[in-house]
């Protein structure tokens, strides 16, 4: 009976950060609607224009961002596997989804099913490499792999189903509630709804038993094979999760965005993705999340402001990140959290001297 008391309490105390953030998120637009656009609630269910509704578009981006890097961060920050090519996983889902729901018509049920395949097919394809390259040429050869990739893309040759160097675009809402002009906010719900769900899962992965495997491996594969543990299906285990997760970031891009760029499979796109690891803290998973908004905020409101100077000004930020929060800012505040613990014990035996004192 007493176990059962505790269960709940454990799992409040564990889940208790994203129920508050749900709920957050659930009141975000109704209180911008109600504050900053002067407009009733049901403003937001009637998809009106405002500063809710556009806020509301700019925070689906931030979550699919969130999506993306935190499946890299799995990979990055847990198993230490670095990949380049890790946009190339984003893509498939982008093109993969438009692509079969645009050119073959296909059911988005059928389609997102294919997305799956395709996901884990070059998750496998990724994992032909591990017992032959490693670090840094892994790295290189994933890059290869992708940039092999957005050529093909690119190509006027698939100009009729990917739209070449233009994009692909002209894909029609499958269903209603993925309709991101028409029903927004039930598209943010659903979004922020599977970034949520997604961090939850990937929280059980990093502290199950598979996760503390893959932690050894990234601090030493070798001592991990010598106490029997087979890390290539460990780290193949990996990129399928972190693969399918991007992939769906990307499908979910395909629905928000009317065009889709080949810029979304380059190297500028990989290299953002680990900039969005780096802010947050890698291995830290909810820092990816953290990271994501950072950086999609930050590019956001500098160019907002400061037009062509903002270049300048996010490549500033990021060094004051990296120079002063080395481990990310998720990452820099569990380094420190036990010594502002342990200040605020100190300060609180203190104060009580002094009362008996006195």
């Given at each position: 009976m007493l176990t059962a008391e505790r269960g709940p309490r454990a799992l409040w105390r564990r889940r208790r950060g994203v129920v508050y953030m749900a709920l957050a998120l659930l009141m975000f637009p109704f209180v911008i609607s109600l504050l900053v656009d002067g407009q009733g609630i049901a403003s937001v269910w009637n998809n009106d224009l405002g500063n809710a509704r556009f806020l509301q578009g700019l925070a689906i981006e931030v979550f699919i961002l969130g999506l993306f890097a935190i499946s890299y961060d799995l990979l990055l920050g847990v198993a230490g596997i670095i990949s380049f090519g890790h946009a190339m996983f984003f893509a498939v889902g982008a093109y993969g989804f438009g692509i079969m729901l645009k050119s073959f018509e296909l059911h988005w049920v059928i389609a997102l099913?294919?997305?799956?395949?395709?996901?884990?097919?070059?998750?496998?394809?990724?994992?032909?490499?591990?017992?032959?390259?490693?670090?840094?040429?892994?790295?290189?050869?994933?890059?290869?792999?992708?940039?092999?990739?957005?050529?093909?893309?690119?190509?006027?040759?698939?100009?009729?189903?990917?739209?070449?160097?233009?994009?692909?675009?002209?894909?029609?809402?499958?269903?209603?509630?993925?309709?991101?002009?028409?029903?927004?906010?039930?598209?943010?719900?659903?979004?922020?709804?599977?970034?949520?769900?997604?961090?939850?899962?990937?929280?059980?992965?990093?502290?199950?038993?598979?996760?503390?495997?893959?932690?050894?491996?990234?601090?030493?594969?070798?001592?991990?094979?010598?106490?029997?543990?087979?890390?290539?299906?460990?780290?193949?285990?990996?990129?399928?999760?972190?693969?399918?997760?991007?992939?769906?970031?990307?499908?979910?891009?395909?629905?928000?965005?009317?065009?889709?760029?080949?810029?979304?499979?380059?190297?500028?796109?990989?290299?953002?993705?680990?900039?969005?690891?780096?802010?947050?803290?890698?291995?830290t998973i909810s820092g990816a999340l953290v990271g994501a908004a950072v950086y999609r905020l930050l590019n956001f409101y500098l160019d907002k402001w400061f037009g062509g100077a903002s270049g300048l000004l996010v490549g500033l930020v990021f060094v004051l990140l990296v120079l002063y929060l080395p481990y990310g800012i998720v990452g820099t505040w569990r380094v420190k959290k036990a010594g502002i613990k342990e200040g605020r014990a100190r300060l609180r035996r203190m104060f009580e001297r002094a009362l008996s004192r006195s």
């Open positions: 099913l294919l997305v799956g395949v395709l996901a884990v097919l070059q998750a496998l394809l990724f994992a032909i490499l591990l017992p032959r390259v490693k670090g840094l040429t892994f790295a290189l050869v994933t890059l290869g792999i992708a940039a092999v990739f957005w050529i093909v893309i690119s190509s006027s040759d698939l100009a009729q189903w990917a739209g070449a160097e233009i994009g692909l675009q002209g894909v029609e809402t499958p269903v209603w509630f993925l309709d991101t002009t028409n029903h927004r906010f039930v598209f943010y719900l659903l979004v922020a709804a599977i970034m949520l769900g997604v961090y939850v899962l990937y929280t059980k992965i990093a502290d199950s038993p598979m996760g503390r495997v893959l932690v050894s491996v990234r601090e030493n594969e070798d001592r991990s094979l010598m106490l029997g543990y087979n890390t290539f299906w460990f780290k193949t285990a990996a990129l399928i999760v972190s693969s399918l997760t991007a992939a769906l970031a990307g499908v979910l891009h395909t629905m928000h965005q009317p065009i889709v760029t080949p810029n979304v499979a380059g190297l500028t796109f990989a290299i953002t993705v680990l900039l969005m690891v780096l802010i947050g803290g890698a291995g």
